[in-house]
């Protein structure tokens, strides 16, 4: 995995949209968070619960990790994105997608 199939898969669901946070890029739906890149685009976060947090620091702990501070206890996951499996961050993606989508859109996502 690397930074340009990380935005891909990104900005593949929908209403998602690249801007900048803190000179970095992010992705956002509804106007809110669901991923970003790294100042470097080495790493990733994606924007889980905690229970699903723990599911990837235990699939693949080498490329998994709780972001840190207080982020980290409320699901922030970084991604160390040469050492990620494709599939996993594409689940990961599709659950913050999913956590920070407004209702409606996740409704119209589901029955497409």
Known sequence: MNANEFRKLALGFPEAAEASH???????????????????????????????QLSFLQAQPEAFKPAAGAWGRRGATIVTLRKAKKSLVKEAMNMAWHNTAPTRLVQESTHE
Do not use: N, Y
């Open 22 to 52: 803190m000179g970095h890029p992010d992705f956002r739906v509804g106007g809110k968070i669901f991923a970003t890149l790294g100042p470097k685009e080495e790493w990733g976060m994606v924007k889980l619960t905690p229970q699903q």
